[in-house]
């Protein structure tokens, strides 16, 4: 059993940075593939990152690529997310979950896990 608290987000402007946290409580973090999650306003939520359990591997979304990085500790139970040129279209409420890969090479959060999220406010 894995419980999530995200944290760090706030409004930036366009080009911006911010770093995201999620602190998991649990002994059996480092068991899982940790992903961060996103949903805008009137969408559906998306998935922006994965690191895999001993964070030798990460993949991200096309939207994201090159501009965000995740990592990991799990000495720390913590996962991290570092936004670097952020654009108005990042704005979103973000969450971390253990990940989980689907039909269709689709990676999903775990819907016994989901947590408050963190608000992101990009303005331009």
């Known amino acids: 059993q894995v419980q999530l608290a995200e944290s760090g987000g706030g409004s930036v402007q366009a080009g911006g940075s911010l770093r995201l946290s999620c602190a998991a409580s649990g002994r059996t973090f480092s068991s899982y593939a940790m992903g961060w999650f996103r949903q805008a306003p009137g969408k559906e939520r998306e998935f922006v990152a994965v690191?895999?359990?001993?964070?030798?591997?990460?993949t991200y979304a096309d939207s994201v690529k090159g501009r965000f990085t995740i990592s990991r500790d799990n000495a720390k139970n913590t996962v991290y997310l570092q936004m670097n040129s952020l654009k108005p279209e990042d704005t979103a409420v973000y969450y971390c979950n253990v990940a989980v890969l689907g039909p269709g090479s689709r990676w999903s959060g775990d819907p016994g896990y989901w947590g408050q999220g963190t608000q992101v406010t990009v303005s331009s």
């Open positions: 690191i895999t359990q001993n964070g030798g591997w990460t």
